[in-house]
């Protein structure tokens, strides 16, 4: 039996494990993988106890395999490089398509910061913003980093920050914060209305990686004269950018929009 079929067999079984995972199971034991994948238990034993010595697997209670904190760790490695690259693709995209600057921002803390930006000449916006943290209650990204946040952990988050006035729609307090990022879920993507300066206006939407959870935020911002007559046709391309965008950090392969 050749070496690449063994190898082909032991991915099949780490995918099958993986796949228990985000079934919401937490791992799987040789009949578990072997019923999902319908091969023979022994084959599937060896497969699963080579990934667990190489470190791709861990053993649990004796009979449970679940994913291992190597492969774990290289995903994420892998989702962050992709976030980066892929996101400029996306950047790049929905640039083209709305003629607005677009931006791809993280939390850190209490606060948003870009790694990602493309700013078409017509934007007419001046400087760079990526590296710059700004208050994740009313930035851009804020409310899409926080998509599926908890209220308590929005309030923990937010407890010891003050909610200074950056314009004249900024969120007063973290209530009202959460009651906008409410409104926001229902929509399906955010809007920041004046919140993070004056005469500005922002839409932006979450991108989950592969575990699911929030990674980033796609954002499109300009000058809200601009911007809010056209708010429906962008939240459009918006969607479908964070779309393949998290296809690319979360494994579900998409073809890239078309204008």
């Not at 790694?115 to 913003?129: F, R």
């Not at 946040?149 to 009202?176: C, L, Q, Y």
């Not at 990674?215 to 918006?238: C, F, M, N």
């Amino acid at each position: 039996m050749s070496k690449t079929s063994s190898m082909g067999r032991g991915m099949m079984a780490i995918l099958a494990v993986g796949a228990r995972h985000a079934q919401g199971h937490d791992g799987g034991t040789v009949a578990d993988v072997a019923a999902d994948l319908d091969k023979d238990r022994s084959q599937v034993s060896r497969s699963l106890k080579g990934a667990l010595q190489e470190g791709f697997l861990a053993r649990r209670d004796q009979r449970k395999y679940s994913l291992g904190w190597t492969i774990l760790t290289d995903a994420q490695l892998v989702a962050e490089q992709r976030l980066k690259t892929d996101g400029l693709t996306a950047l790049e995209g929905l640039a083209s398509e709305t003629n607005e600057a677009c931006f791809l921002g993280v939390l850190s803390g209490n606060s948003t910061v870009t790694i990602g930006e493309q700013v078409p000449a017509s934007a007419n916006l001046v400087g760079s913003w990526l590296g710059r943290p700004y208050p994740a209650y009313c930035s851009d990204a804020g409310q899409a980093l926080l998509w599926d946040a908890p209220d308590e952990e929005v309030r923990k988050i937010f407890e010891s920050v003050e909610f200074v006035k950056h314009g004249p729609n900024t969120p007063s307090s973290v209530e009202d914060f959460l009651a906008r990022l409410k409104e926001a879920r229902v929509r399906g993507y955010s809007i920041v209305d004046e919140e993070a300066e004056p005469g500005l206006y922002s839409l932006a939407a979450p991108v989950r990686d592969f575990k699911g959870e929030v990674a980033a935020a796609l954002q499109i911002v300009g000058p809200k004269s601009r911007i809010e007559p056209h708010r429906e046709t962008y939240a459009v391309a918006l969607h479908a950018w964070q779309e393949w965008l998290e296809s690319m950090v979360g494994g579900r392969l998409q073809q890239p929009p078309r204008a």
